[in-house]
């Protein structure tokens, strides 16, 4: 199977994966050969990339490191208690903190066990996904990434579901912010700014006393917006006055936010996030997780078509575990020639790096 953009789709293009809505849902079927009016769909659903069948890619495999299961089961989860959440704020009533950390505790359980299953690095592809509140599928990617580098960190069973619950609920804050201010389609002002910006106290305020929810749980919504240069918020603080999990957390957050779909923005690809994790290594992110967290995911996806240094042309078909941004992948072109395809392991060819992708290009 190839990843392509959307709108560089055709008709009778066969779509080898489903799309999703974010509650599981299957909106466009996969197997199907589609019709302009399914392909204007997906453009208008926000859909970035969709994976469609290919004869010569037919053998590249692009597995869930989280089961569709999980994922489902885990948006329910989270939109259920979020919702709640908000409600008992508007109210004035207290929350029902053992029901929140039972639940919640049982989605980290499925999200751990799922990724220890897995002998392959975390891939997530935001923009496959169709959803109503990006709160939500964004709250589960950043677990599962937090979860991801925290188990590489050798984070004891129970500081992975510290920061696994910390995770999920580090922009429960957001609840209370306005919907036309979360959702707006430009530039915010600076007043609406600073009303975003409330969330990380408010989230904060909302679980720090929860007495089955812990301290360190509740300075994952608190401290998440920190950056150890100090020109985060809530505080502003710097260096190791920032707790560890924040500073994954904080990693995890801006990776998901760019490379999923928003109103303002179209959806960057993995290692286009990176770059911009990496431009604030040492300043805003800690250097030595930014690299830790490039080696547990995947950089460039399996189906995406990438070109070479050296003139050749290929599609990504399979990781390599700690080194994703030198995948496998299957050559059929060479200096502008189709040639019979063979594959090539980037991890053993060190003078080859891979320079640019066909659905960057495409989009731009």
């Known amino acids: 199977m190839r990843l392509v953009t959307t709108r560089s789709l055709k008709e009778n293009d066969t779509l080898s994966k489903p799309v999703y809505h974010d509650n599981g849902n299957v909106l466009i079927q996969a197997g199907i050969p589609l019709s302009q009016r399914i392909i204007n ?14 004869e010569m890619t037919k053998n590249i495999k692009v597995q869930n490191i989280v089961s569709d299961e999980t994922r489902k089961a885990a948006i329910t989860t989270i939109r259920k208690e979020f919702e709640e959440i908000a409600n008992h704020q508007i109210i004035g009533n207290s929350l029902n903190t053992a029901h929140l950390s039972k639940n919640f ?19 997530i592809l935001s923009d496959v996904y169709c959803y109503d509140s990006y709160i939500f599928t ?9 979860i991801g580098l925290a188990m590489e960190l050798k984070f004891t ?67 998440h917006h920190e950056r150890i240069n100090g020109s985060g918020y809530p505080q502003g603080i710097t260096g190791d006055k920032i707790h560890l999990y924040a500073k ?29 994790l990496y431009a604030g290594a040492g300043t805003l992110f800690d250097k030595q997780i930014v690299e830790l967290f490039s080696k547990t995911i995947a950089i460039y996806p399996n189906g995406l078509t990438v070109y070479l240094s050296d003139g050749r ?48 290009l495409a989009v731009e």
């Open 41 to 54: 769909r997906l453009i208008k659903l926000g859909i970035g990339y969709v994976y469609i069948e290919d």
């Open 105 to 123: 505790s049982k989605v980290v359980e499925s999200i751990l066990a799922d990724i220890k299953k897995s002998d392959d690095v975390i891939s």
């Open 138 to 146: 964004h709250s589960l990617n950043v677990t599962i990434y937090t």
């Open 157 to 223: 069973e129970k500081q992975l579901f510290e920061i696994g619950l910390g995770a999920i609920l580090h922009d429960v804050g957001k609840v209370l912010v306005p919907k036309e201010i979360l959702e707006k389609n430009g530039r915010l002002t600076n007043e609406e700014f600073d009303i975003i910006k409330e969330h990380s106290r408010a989230g904060y305020d909302m679980l720090r006393n929860a007495p089955n929810i812990s301290l360190l749980t509740a300075h994952c919504a608190f401290q």
């Open 248 to 276: 994954i957390l904080a990693i995890a957050d801006v990776f998901d936010a760019v490379t999923s779909n928003r109103v303002y923005r179209k959806a960057m690809l993995p290692h286009e996030a990176l770059e911009i």
């Open 313 to 360: 042309k290929g599609v990504v078909s399979r990781q390599n575990k700690f080194c994703g941004m030198r995948p496998f992948v299957l050559i059929f072109e060479h200096a502008g020639a189709k040639i019979s395809p063979y594959e090539v392991d980037l991890a053993k060819e060190h003078h080859v790096t891979i320079i640019e992708n066909e659905t960057r």
